[in-house]
């Protein structure tokens, strides 16, 4: 029996033709015959040629077992994918049959889904993603088959094995490494794994009772024998134990106490890399969950770390030598833009910002490329060419691979594999191939560089250092070559540094990291206006990251960051503060487009949901550590663009009180699941949440500044006598109590980057003895029974800002009839006027004109004057122009009173001037670290437009 003609070119033809005459000769004349019949016009007979001819493996084992194409034939299994628990019941049942010998079990049933996974590769009926799951899951279920047998075993002759406090069952947890662990496994590849289990103690057998580690040192040979053992059935998988703790030399196993020591205290960074992919097979899944996150740490810093970029070209540098020496330049996976080094680019990212973007920590490398680019960490366009190499350069793996069942990466050198090469890869020839690989290895190539530049182009920056900026060299004379002016002083500034414990207690690495960087940033800051003051003002930064010189290794990676970060730090010692007290937002330095752009709120909202959205819910620690970067890193970026004008005040104000909108939506989204989670919804009419967020003062006039409060109150529309649904039910008043309480919880609990903002509820109705949270109706009574004149004052700068629109709108419409209520002039004049004589009284002592400064906020036409003058005119004239009490910033409220010739309009226009002189004045010196108070003589003539018109509106009511 023949093969039917196909369009294999020669030699692949004959060779197609010469295996399966091998296959028939073996099968003998009946089951030669079965097969010619399954055979018949099945896709399995046009599809035979090419696997026989470009996969020998996959001959051979046909010629040695040709039953098994039978049954693959009418199992159907060739032409379908798999379900993920398939291998798992499949092979239990195997193994559970009586009699069954479970080494010849594992080898047969191994056989049987290699060649069915080479097949479907091969003929392109799986893509690479269902190749690498299938052999994974193949060798999961082996695995877990061989762990059962091997624990059995050893239990019947020594016992269960007991934990020494908890007398709990232990398991082994088998830790699968590398692409075992992504399941992204090769169809020829070894497995690496790590034994771990959780306590130690002993065995429960009173005759021949064993350490747990002895016991789980017996099960691990014993799962090894029966994986990795060369029968004459041939093999499971190769076992690689070499990533465990100590290699070779290691203990086989080890309990979790003895691995969180070992990484903390010994554990090197390339085993960071091998963690990265690390999953539990085996073991109960609360333990395995346990060992999990007693790693993380290790792996994923809590910090930006680029010092993973010196490591990892060690790493490649070594590679490179290892490539030279063996000659395998043609290596598909540690040659030139191979494999490894796409692998090496996803992980790196992975290291760097794995510990505060959790979105990447994953153990896919296409999930994680694909994350470098939602999240911006690598452009779309690299990470899309990434992509493409990379499943072109695995099917290439699995066509080397496959063809004789061989662990090797090196491209075929004889005529016949290249040729069954170029035809499963779709190639006309053996050139095409190469032409299209190649061009796929220079691009990756080429990103590899740009992320992790030669370390001698490293080594040329570094030798045109002058001598003299710091060490034993340290001279005055170098400083002043370079324009310093304060010479001694700076000198004496880098010496206390030099000299100081944390420098003097440094490691190896950490210190030659610093004397790297140091004559850079000396250097850099001597392009400044002011050398010396940016000297003096980024040194408290270097003494904060000397524990975690990862971050002189960013500055030293990225040049132009360290211009960023002198130019900020020489412009405001503000932000040269938050650099110190949060390091990880140098991170911020690296996209100088994005630093010097802040976003508007519905690019705020989305950034933060993409930065948000991949945490649980009921992660309130993730969460809250989220938040507060998303605000340190969107407010550095407001500064900076500041800094260098790009944003005018009324933009600043915006763009903070945008931020604040948009992480107050998310602190309420949280503390609502948080709380719904606990005791159901609060039951209710409306369709909403019924409870809203009001802004008051300067968060509901969008006029926060760089270190702004948050004046709130909260309201909820749902009935006092309703409850919520859940198991844990409370009335409704309690949980939206609770619910306010989570909330500023949140806000204000300090951690490592501090709170997220102070709040305020005293403008609450009846201030701190009030309610935290209060109905609507309660809201109301209030507002029109007993609330003070000063109160609805503070209801004029009141705005809807989070929650249930509709009552957000409900609320509003109150707001607006209580500003519009009709009033009587003459008394409410009186009591501005005196609520503002106690203020100024309370908060400004001695404010006489003659003063060396005015204070900004408080002083004689000053902010607050202003804002009293709004005031007051929309509560005695809203009743005549209701527009007055739609707004609730002061600058609309202006162009208000003008246009309904309530003021003059060229009052207007001076009160509106001086406005924004003031607070752009007052955002500077908050920059500055100032007061806000300005010289006495500064802004006399718009200070006098303002004063004019307070003597104008309340003469009669005050003492002046």
Same mark, same amino acid.
């Given at each position: 029996?023949?093969?039917?003609?196909?369009?294999?070119?020669?030699?692949?033809?004959?060779?197609?033709?010469?295996?399966?005459?091998?296959?028939?000769?073996?099968?003998?004349?009946?089951?030669?015959?079965?097969?010619?019949?399954?055979?018949?016009?099945?896709?399995?007979?046009?599809?035979?040629?090419?696997?026989?001819?470009?996969?020998?493996?996959?001959?051979?084992?046909?010629?040695?077992?040709?039953?098994?194409?039978?049954?693959?034939?009418?199992?159907?299994?060739?032409?379908?994918?798999?379900?993920?628990?398939?291998?798992?019941?499949?092979?239990?049942?195997?193994?559970?049959?009586?009699?069954?010998?479970?080494?010849?079990?594992?080898?047969?049933?191994?056989?049987?889904?290699?060649?069915?996974?080479?097949?479907?590769?091969?003929?392109?009926?799986?893509?690479?993603?269902?190749?690498?799951?299938?052999?994974?899951?193949?060798?999961?279920?082996?695995?877990?088959?061989?762990?059962?047998?091997?624990?059995?075993?050893?239990?019947?002759?020594?016992?269960?094995?007991?934990?020494?406090?908890?007398?709990?069952?232990?398991?082994?947890?088998?830790?699968?490494?590398?692409?075992?662990?992504?399941?992204?496994?090769?169809?020829?590849?070894?497995?690496?794994?790590?034994?771990?289990?959780?306590?130690?103690?002993?065995?429960?057998?009173?005759?021949?009772?064993?350490?747990?580690?002895?016991?789980?040192?017996?099960?691990?040979?014993?799962?090894?024998?029966?994986?990795?053992?060369?029968?004459?059935?041939?093999?499971?998988?190769?076992?690689?134990?070499?990533?465990?703790?100590?290699?070779?030399?290691?203990?086989?196993?080890?309990?979790?106490?003895?691995?969180?020591?070992?990484?903390?205290?010994?554990?090197?960074?390339?085993?960071?890399?091998?963690?990265?992919?690390?999953?539990?097979?085996?073991?109960?899944?609360?333990?395995?969950?346990?060992?999990?996150?007693?790693?993380?740490?290790?792996?994923?810093?809590?910090?930006?770390?680029?010092?993973?970029?010196?490591?990892?070209?060690?790493?490649?540098?070594?590679?490179?030598?290892?490539?030279?020496?063996?000659?395998?330049?043609?290596?598909?996976?540690?040659?030139?833009?191979?494999?490894?080094?796409?692998?090496?680019?996803?992980?790196?990212?992975? *290291?760097?910002?794995? !510990?505060?973007? +959790?979105?990447?920590?994953? @153990?896919?490398? $296409?999930?994680? #490329? &694909? /994350?470098?680019?939602?999240?911006?960490?690598?452009?779309?366009?690299?990470?899309?060419?990434?992509?493409?190499?990379?499943?072109?350069?695995?099917?290439?793996?699995?066509?080397?691979?496959?063809?004789?069942?061989?662990?090797?990466?090196?491209?075929?050198?004889?005529?016949?594999?290249?040729?069954?090469?170029?035809?499963?890869?779709?190639?006309?020839?053996?050139?095409?191939?190469?032409?299209?690989?190649?061009?796929?290895?220079?691009?990756?190539?080429?990103?590899?560089?740009?992320?992790?530049?030669?370390?001698?182009?490293?080594?040329?920056?570094?030798?045109?250092?002058?001598?003299?900026?710091?060490?034993?060299?340290?001279?005055?004379?170098? *400083?002043?070559?370079? !324009?310093?002016? +304060?010479?001694?002083?700076? @000198?004496?500034? $880098?010496?206390? #540094? &030099? /000299?100081?414990?944390?420098?003097?207690?440094?490691?190896?690495?950490?210190?030659?990291?610093?004397?790297?960087?140091?004559?850079?940033?000396?250097?850099?800051?001597?392009?400044?206006?002011?050398?010396?003051?940016?000297?003096?003002?980024?040194?408290?930064?270097?003494?904060?990251?000397?524990?975690?010189?990862?971050?002189?290794?960013?500055?030293?990676?990225?040049?132009?960051?360290?211009?960023?970060?002198?130019?900020?730090?020489?412009?405001?010692?503000?932000?040269?503060?938050?650099?110190?007290?949060?390091?990880?937002?140098?991170?911020?330095?690296?996209?100088?487009?994005?630093?010097?752009?802040?976003?508007?709120?519905?690019?705020?909202?989305?950034?933060?949901?993409?930065?948000?959205? +991949?945490?649980?819910?009921?992660?309130?620690?993730?969460?809250?550590?989220?938040?507060?970067?998303?605000?340190?890193?969107?407010?550095?970026?407001?500064?900076?663009?500041?800094?260098?004008?790009?944003?005018?005040?009324?933009?600043?104000?915006?763009?903070?009180?945008?931020?604040?909108?948009?992480?107050?939506?998310?602190?309420?989204?949280?503390?609502?699941?948080?709380?719904?989670?606990?005791?159901?919804?609060?039951?209710?009419?409306?369709?909403?949440?019924?409870?809203?967020?009001?802004?008051?003062?300067?968060?509901?006039?969008?006029?926060?500044?760089?270190?702004?409060?948050?004046?709130?109150?909260?309201?909820?529309?749902?009935?006092?006598?309703?409850?919520?649904?859940?198991?844990?039910?409370?009335?409704?008043?309690?949980?939206?109590?609770?619910?306010?309480? +989570?909330?500023?919880?949140?806000?204000?609990?300090?951690?490592?980057?501090?709170?997220?903002?102070?709040?305020?509820?005293?403008?609450?109705?009846?201030?701190?003895?009030?309610?935290?949270?209060?109905?609507?109706?309660?809201?109301?009574?209030?507002?029109?029974?007993?609330?003070?004149?000063?109160?609805?004052?503070?209801?004029?700068?009141?705005?809807?800002?989070?929650?249930?629109?509709?009552?957000?709108?409900?609320?509003?419409?109150?707001?607006?009839?209580?500003?519009?209520?009709?009033?009587?002039?003459?008394?409410?004049?009186?009591?501005?006027?005196?609520?503002?004589?106690?203020?100024?009284?309370?908060?400004?002592?001695?404010?006489?004109?003659?003063?060396?400064?005015?204070?900004?906020?408080?002083?004689?036409?000053?902010?607050?004057?202003?804002?009293?003058?709004?005031?007051?005119?929309?509560?005695?004239?809203?009743?005549?122009?209701?527009?007055?009490?739609?707004?609730?910033?002061?600058?609309?409220?202006?162009?208000?009173?003008?246009?309904?010739?309530?003021?003059?309009?060229?009052?207007?226009?001076?009160?509106?001037?001086?406005?924004?002189?003031?607070?752009?004045?007052?955002?500077?010196?908050?920059?500055?670290?100032?007061?806000?108070?300005?010289?006495?003589?500064?802004?006399?003539?718009?200070?006098?437009?303002?004063?004019?018109?307070?003597?104008?509106?309340?003469?009669?009511?005050?003492?002046?």
């Amino acid at each position: 029996m023949n093969l039917p003609p196909t369009h294999l070119p020669e030699p692949l033809a004959s060779e197609a033709q010469r295996a399966w005459l091998t296959v028939l000769e073996t099968a003998g004349k009946s089951l030669a015959q079965e097969l010619a019949e399954a055979l018949a016009g099945s896709s399995e007979e046009v599809q035979l040629p090419q696997v026989l001819a470009c996969s020998p493996f996959v001959a051979d084992t046909l010629r040695r077992q040709p039953h098994l194409l039978l049954e693959l034939i009418k199992s159907g299994d060739l032409q379908k994918a798999l379900p993920v628990d398939h291998f798992h019941a499949t092979l239990q049942h195997l193994v559970s049959a009586e009699g069954a010998d479970i080494s010849s079990v594992l080898r047969r049933y191994r056989a049987r889904h290699m060649v069915r996974i080479v097949w479907r590769d091969f003929i392109r009926l799986a893509d690479t993603s269902e190749t690498v799951r299938d052999t994974s899951l193949l060798a999961e279920a082996a695995i877990s088959a061989a762990l059962q047998y091997a624990h059995a075993e050893s239990a019947a002759r020594f016992g269960e094995p007991r934990g020494r406090h908890s007398g709990g069952a232990q398991q082994l947890i088998v830790l699968a490494m590398g692409k075992l662990g992504a399941r992204e496994l090769n169809v020829s590849s070894d497995i690496d794994l790590i034994f771990a289990y959780p306590e130690a103690g002993r065995t429960d057998s009173d005759d021949k009772p064993l350490s747990n580690e002895e016991f789980f040192i017996k099960v691990g040979q014993r799962l090894i024998a029966l994986l990795d053992e060369v029968t004459a059935e041939g093999f499971v998988f190769r076992v690689d134990m070499r990533l465990r703790p100590y290699g070779d030399s290691g203990a086989l196993v080890h309990n979790f106490s003895a691995l969180e020591d070992y990484y903390q205290d010994q554990g090197r960074d390339w085993e960071r890399y091998a963690l990265i992919k690390a999953r539990p097979v085996s073991g109960d899944p609360g333990r395995a969950e346990e060992l999990m996150t007693l790693l993380q740490p290790f792996v994923y810093r809590r910090y930006v770390d680029y010092g993973v970029i010196e490591s990892l070209r060690g790493m490649k540098e070594m590679i490179n030598a290892e490539v030279r020496r063996r000659g395998l330049q043609d290596n598909i996976k540690l040659g030139h833009g191979g494999i490894r080094e796409v692998e090496f680019i996803a992980q790196c990212v992975q *290291l760097i910002r794995g !510990g505060r973007d +959790r979105a990447l920590q994953q @153990r896919e490398l $296409l999930s994680v #490329l &694909q /994350e470098c680019a939602d999240l911006g960490s690598l452009p779309a366009s690299v990470c899309a060419e990434l992509c493409e190499a990379y499943l072109f350069l695995r099917d290439t793996e699995h066509a080397i691979q496959g063809y004789q069942d061989r662990q090797s990466q090196e491209l075929p050198a004889d005529t016949l594999p290249r040729s069954a090469m170029a035809y499963v890869m779709g190639m006309p020839d053996w050139d095409s191939f190469k032409t299209v690989l190649d061009s796929h290895r220079e691009r990756v190539a080429g990103h590899f560089r740009e992320l992790i530049a030669d370390q001698a182009a490293q080594d040329e920056v570094g030798a045109q250092r002058p001598d003299g900026l710091w060490g034993d060299s340290l001279d005055a004379r170098a *400083l002043q070559s370079l !324009g310093y002016q +304060r010479l001694e002083e700076t @000198r004496q500034r $880098l010496q206390d #540094l &030099q /000299e100081s414990p944390r420098v003097a207690t440094l490691q190896i690495q950490g210190r030659e990291r610093l004397d790297q960087f140091m004559p850079r940033l000396v250097q850099a800051c001597a392009e400044s206006d002011y050398p010396d003051l940016a000297l003096q003002r980024a040194l408290p930064l270097v003494s904060a990251v000397l524990r975690r010189s990862a971050y002189l290794v960013l500055l030293l990676e990225n040049p132009p960051a360290l211009v960023d970060l002198v130019g900020l730090c020489g412009a405001s010692p503000w932000i040269s503060e938050q650099l110190a007290a949060y390091p990880v937002l140098l991170d911020e330095l690296l996209d100088r487009a994005s630093l010097y752009t802040a976003p508007d709120k519905g690019l705020l909202a989305e950034e933060l949901r993409q930065q948000l959205t +991949r945490l649980p819910l009921d992660d309130l620690e993730a969460h809250m550590d989220g938040l507060r970067y998303f605000k340190a890193a969107h407010v550095l970026r407001v500064a900076a663009s500041e800094l260098v004008g790009r944003l005018p005040l009324m933009q600043v104000s915006d763009k903070l009180t945008w931020i604040a909108e948009v992480i107050l939506e998310h602190v309420l989204a949280v503390a609502w699941a948080d709380l719904t989670r606990r005791y159901g919804q609060p039951q209710r009419t409306g369709s909403g949440s019924g409870f809203a967020v009001f802004g008051y003062g300067k968060m509901g006039g969008i006029e926060l500044g760089y270190g702004s409060d948050l004046d709130l109150v909260f309201i909820y529309d749902a009935a006092s006598a309703g409850a919520t649904d859940g198991d844990r039910s409370v009335d409704n008043a309690v949980f939206y109590t609770r619910l306010g309480q +989570r909330m500023i919880h949140i806000f204000e609990t300090r951690m490592a980057m501090g709170s997220l903002y102070e709040v305020d509820m005293r403008l609450r109705p009846s201030g701190e003895s009030g309610l935290l949270a209060g109905t609507v109706q309660a809201f109301r009574t209030y507002q029109f029974h007993s609330a003070w004149t000063w109160e609805h004052q503070a209801l004029v700068r009141a705005r809807f800002v989070a929650g249930d629109p509709q009552v957000g709108a409900e609320v509003d419409a109150l707001r607006r009839e209580i500003l519009c209520e009709p009033r009587d002039q003459e008394a409410l004049a009186r009591e501005v006027v005196t609520m503002r004589d106690k203020m100024r009284k309370h908060l400004v002592s001695n404010d006489l004109p003659e003063r060396a400064e005015f204070h900004l906020k408080q002083g004689r036409g000053g902010i607050v004057d202003i804002e009293f003058m709004v005031q007051y005119a929309v509560l005695a004239w809203s009743h005549r122009a209701p527009e007055l009490a739609r707004w609730s910033d002061n600058v609309r409220i202006l162009e208000t009173l003008g246009r309904h010739g309530l003021f003059e309009p060229e009052e207007c226009d001076a009160l509106t001037q001086a406005y924004l002189a003031y607070r752009s004045a007052a955002h500077q010196l908050s920059l500055q670290q100032h007061e806000g108070a300005a010289p006495a003589g500064s802004h006399e003539k718009l200070r006098a437009a303002v004063l004019a018109k307070w003597r104008q509106l309340f003469a009669p009511y005050t003492d002046e």
